[in-house]
């Protein structure tokens, strides 16, 4: 992975203000990623000076130089749930025959939960469901349906970090006709204790290639005492068969280092949630030399950039190391 010179690619200086509410953010981090029409767009978390959040649209002609639209987002629907909805985070982006599909998170008052929105344009956004029993974060749709169904990665929250907010170790995945009920197929792979990975969430939403499903997702090692630290990594799913880890990558492949990474609201995190994939062949499958794009929020403040390749990527999987345990919970 190789950072962007221009890191941080955005900061609270470059959200627009937009009174009342809106007034000199505290902090923009955690974007969706998306090609639209050859430009690239950004929905970005924007944490204001009240500790709200909102989303707001960036769009770059060249994935690196972003400029910030001045709204804020609505999902037209939120406002007929009977839930009180705190905050929508950490949103994920991934077209599915021709719409673009948001899953975002989001706190009430019962725990976290999972709502999709769709758009065509990044202008209007309209609710397509919201909720379900479980509390679950971290939630990101494939790029296309299995026999006529869709799917989808998350993390239920089942385990409770020192100072009360929730995680999980366990990435499930889920399947649905219609996108309100989802049905747990089963686990998909699990965290490792003692290494980088102990806990776990998906990173962007997964891309197709020859090899298989290639899957960013963070870790998080818990056990030092001073700070969690949030890293990213790599696994390959199988393309029939996405429960089946057929590779992980041992180390991860991106950690704080930078200053940006190191110091931030919540110190020590990289955290990956937008993917964007430069070159595809005819079937929809990313070229090996295709450039990646990946964009991360960094210490919960700021949003920043890596660039690497599918082929550079399919190699951080460790795809003839599967010693030690490896090779995920199947
Ligand atoms: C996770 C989520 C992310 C956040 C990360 C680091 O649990 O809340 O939104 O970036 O923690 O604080």
């Known amino acids: 992975m190789r950072r962007s010179a221009v890191n941080p690619i955005l900061t609270r200086l470059d959200i627009p203000d937009l009174p009342p509410h809106i007034v000199d953010v505290s902090s923009v981090f955690n974007p969706g990623a998306i090609r639209v029409d050859g430009r690239y767009v950004l929905l970005l978390r924007v944490q204001t000076r009240g500790r709200e959040t909102v989303l707001m649209v960036a769009e770059s002609e060249d994935g690196e130089?972003?400029?910030?639209?001045?709204?804020?987002?609505?999902?037209n629907g939120i406002e007929t749930l009977d839930q009180k909805l705190y905050h929508i985070y950490d949103p994920r982006l991934t077209r599915i025959d021709g719409t673009i599909y948001i899953m975002f998170a989001a706190d009430t008052d019962d725990g976290c939960r999972l709502g999709v929105a769709r758009t065509d344009d990044f202008e209007r956004f309209e609710l397509v469901s919201f909720g379900g029993d479980e509390d679950t974060r971290n939630g990101v749709?494939?790029?296309?349906?299995?026999?006529?169904?869709?799917?989808?990665?998350?993390?239920?929250?089942?385990?409770?970090?020192?100072?009360?907010?929730?995680?999980?170790?366990?990435?499930?995945?889920?399947?649905?006709?219609?996108?309100?009920?989802?049905?747990?197929?089963?686990?998909?792979?699990?965290?490792?204790?003692?290494?980088?990975?102990?806990?776990?969430?998906?990173?962007?939403?997964?891309?197709?290639?020859?090899?298989?499903?290639?899957?960013?997702?963070?870790?998080?090692?818990?056990?030092?005492?001073?700070?969690?630290?949030?890293?990213?990594?790599?696994?390959?799913?199988?393309?029939?068969?996405?429960?089946?880890?057929?590779?992980?990558?041992?180390?991860?492949?991106?950690?704080?280092?930078?200053?940006?990474?190191?110091?931030?609201?919540?110190?020590?995190?990289?955290?990956?949630?937008?993917?964007?994939?430069?070159?595809?062949?005819?079937?929809?499958?990313?070229?090996?030399?295709?450039?990646?794009?990946?964009?991360?929020?960094?210490?919960?403040?700021?949003?920043?950039?890596?660039?690497?390749?599918?082929k550079d990527l399919l190699k951080g999987c460790d795809l003839r190391d599967q010693s030690q345990g490896n090779g995920g919970s199947g």
Request: glycine share 8%; proline share 7%.
């Open 141 to 310: 749709l494939f790029p296309e349906r299995f026999n006529g169904r869709f799917l989808r990665l998350e993390r239920p929250n089942r385990v409770q970090l020192a100072g009360g907010v929730t995680t999980g170790s366990e990435i499930v995945l889920a399947e649905s006709e219609d996108l309100v009920n989802w049905r747990t197929l089963g686990p998909v792979m699990a965290g490792r204790l003692h290494y980088w990975d102990e806990l776990i969430g998906s990173g962007p939403p997964p891309v197709k290639t020859r090899e298989g499903w290639l899957h960013i997702y963070h870790g998080i090692a818990t056990h030092f005492a001073s700070a969690n630290i949030y890293q990213a990594g790599v696994v390959l799913l199988d393309l029939a068969n996405p429960r089946r880890v057929l590779a992980r990558s041992r180390n991860n492949i991106l950690e704080p280092r930078e200053s940006y990474e190191l110091t931030g609201q919540m110190p020590n995190v990289v955290f990956p949630s937008g993917m964007i994939v430069d070159d595809c062949d005819d079937e929809g499958y990313a070229r090996p030399e295709s450039l990646v794009r990946v964009y991360y929020g960094a210490a919960d403040t700021v949003v920043a950039l890596a660039t690497t390749t599918i």
């Open 65 to 75: 130089r972003f400029s910030v639209r001045p709204r804020v987002v609505q999902i």
